[in-house]
């Protein structure tokens, strides 16, 4: 049985999606609009792949030190 989810993409905020493979006991997200892509185990929450092609700059903050 598979379950999907419509999401946030957590790499650049579009909607992706979260795949439940129940029987495999694995779950992946992809995003379609920044090619974000994490596979991991239900159970064990270890990651089995991952691709992620890079960090979208809009998120990051600079920091200044005084």
Same mark, same amino acid.
């Given at each position: ?13 579009? #909607?992706?999606?979260?795949?439940? #493979? ?5 779950? %992946? ?7 974000? #892509? ?5 159970? %064990?929450?270890?990651?089995?792949e ?11 903050? %600079?920091?200044?030190?005084?």
């Amino acid at each position: 049985m598979i379950t999907v989810e419509k999401i946030h993409c957590p790499n650049c905020g579009s #909607f992706a999606e979260r795949h439940h #493979f129940v029987q495999e006991h694995l779950v %992946t997200t992809q995003c379609p609009a920044c090619d974000y #892509f994490l596979s991991t185990c239900s159970r %064990t929450g270890n990651v089995r792949e991952a691709y992620a092609p890079g960090l979208v700059v809009a998120r990051l903050r %600079t920091v200044q030190l005084v």
